[in-house]
Nanobody
Framework: QVQLVESGGGLVQAGGSLRLSCKASGSTFSSLFMGWYRQAPGRTRDMVATINGGGRTDYANSVKGRFTISRDNAQNAVYLQMNSLTPEDTAVYYC???????????????WGQGTQVTVSS
C-alpha cells in the first residue's frame, strides 16, 4: 500500500503563491505516477497536474502557465507550486499516485488526505 501525506495548504490572497508538498511511502517512488487533483464544494474531483517518473508533466488548462508540478525521487516527494492564485483555485487539493511497470499502470489509485487551499479576494 502507498501512503501519501500532503502539506502546504492554507489561506492566501488573490495573486499570491502557495507550494504544496506530498510525501510518499510504501513503494518504490520512481515507479509511481504522481499527480495533484482538486475538489471544490459541489464539484467533481479534477486533475490539476501529473508527472511521471521521468519528469514528463501534464496540466489542466485552467492552471497551465500558473502551476508547476515537480518531483524529487530522492525525497519521495512531489510538489505543486501555485502562482497567481485566484478565488477559483479554492479547493481541497489531493495528492494521487498509481504504480507503474514500464509503460503500464499496474496498481490501484492511492490518495492523500487532502489539504485545503483557500484564496481570498
Amino acid at each position: 500500500q502507498v501512503q501519501l501525506v500532503e502539506s502546504g495548504g492554507g489561506l492566501v490572497q488573490a495573486g499570491g503563491s502557495l507550494r504544496l508538498s506530498c510525501k510518499a511511502s510504501g513503494s518504490t517512488f520512481s515507479s509511481l505516477f504522481m499527480g495533484w487533483y482538486r475538489q471544490a464544494p459541489g464539484r467533481t474531483r479534477d486533475m490539476v497536474a501529473t508527472i511521471n517518473g521521468g519528469g514528463r508533466t501534464d496540466y489542466a488548462n485552467s492552471v497551465k502557465g500558473r502551476f508547476t508540478i515537480s518531483r524529487d525521487n530522492a525525497q519521495n516527494a512531489v510538489y505543486l507550486q501555485m502562482n497567481s492564485l485566484t478565488p477559483e483555485d479554492t479547493a481541497v487539493y489531493y495528492c494521487h499516485s498509481r504504480r507503474t511497470f514500464a509503460t503500464a499502470v499496474v496498481g490501484p489509485d492511492y490518495w492523500g488526505q487532502g489539504t485545503q487551499v483557500t484564496v481570498s479576494s
